[in-house]
């Protein structure tokens, strides 16, 4: 349970930040745009599978932020049920304050830690997590 209400947490101080700076997300689009920086396209069943959420709700997702010029989907050269999504200019734009204000929500989660226990932490959850997807 703790560790839900860390992330619930983190969730909450991060919309707020991102509506102090009227980007107009929430956290899912948040992690949607996140997730497309780091690649040059993706196709959606991967994307839902690395942000952990619904297809089906993705899809309605992708549709809204596509709409705001976002991201474009096109279809897959390999499989043409597949569709792959890509950032835009304004996609890129966009992403690229993410990394500031979650640089900064993590300096804050963490600020009353020493150097040491943060570096103790970083190391538990990851124990944690390789044990769990085990």
Known sequence: ???????QGLIKHLEQALAEQDLGLNFTQYRVLKTLAGVPQISASEL?????HDPGALTRLLDKMQERGFLHRHPCPEDRRSVEISLTDAGRALA???RAISDRLTEYALSELS???KTTLTTLLQRV???LEK
């Open 1 to 7: 349970m703790l560790l839900h209400f860390v992330r």
């Open 48 to 52: 839902a599978r690395r942000i952990e």
């Open 96 to 98: 690229r304050p993410l």
């Open 115 to 117: 150097e040491e226990e």
């Open 129 to 131: 997590r390789a044990t």
